[in-house]
């Protein structure tokens, strides 16, 4: 059984930045990626990495301010968000999956990220 959970999360001015931290433990995952949503929103793909490669996809809101990355030896995704705005706020999921093309099984508790204008 993988465990995520994910930390970084916080409050931070337009502008800013943050990194989001997610460990996984327990298990092999093909990739990772991190999910948003926000209140009354649904939920909202925002980047995904594969654990061998350097694929990396993003969604179109945060391309160009987000990076994702990778450290194999922690077994650990960030997420550097950068040039954060008011509609970034979201509770922000880790999620993995086991095969390409999968859903995604495997969920973090979420960690909340506050923009403020």
């Known amino acids: 059984q993988v465990q995520l959970v994910e930390s970084g999360g916080g409050l931070v001015q337009a502008g800013g930045s943050l990194r989001l931290s997610c460990a996984a433990s327990?298990?092999?995952?093909?990739?990772m990626g991190w999910f948003r949503q926000a209140p009354g929103k649904e939920r909202e793909f925002v980047s995904s990495?594969?654990?061998?490669?350097?694929?990396?996809y993003y969604g179109d809101s945060v391309k160009g301010r987000f990076t994702i990355s990778r450290d194999n030896a922690k077994k650990t995704v960030y997420l550097q968000m950068n040039s954060l705005k008011p509609e970034d706020t979201a509770v922000y999921y880790c999620?993995?999956?086991?095969?390409?093309?999968?859903?995604?099984?495997?969920w973090g508790q979420g960690t909340q990220v506050t923009v403020s204008s």
């Open positions: 990495i594969r654990w061998s490669g350097s694929s990396t």
């Open positions: 327990g298990g092999t995952l093909y990739d």
């Open positions: 999620a993995g999956r086991v095969v390409f093309g999968g859903d995604y099984i495997y």
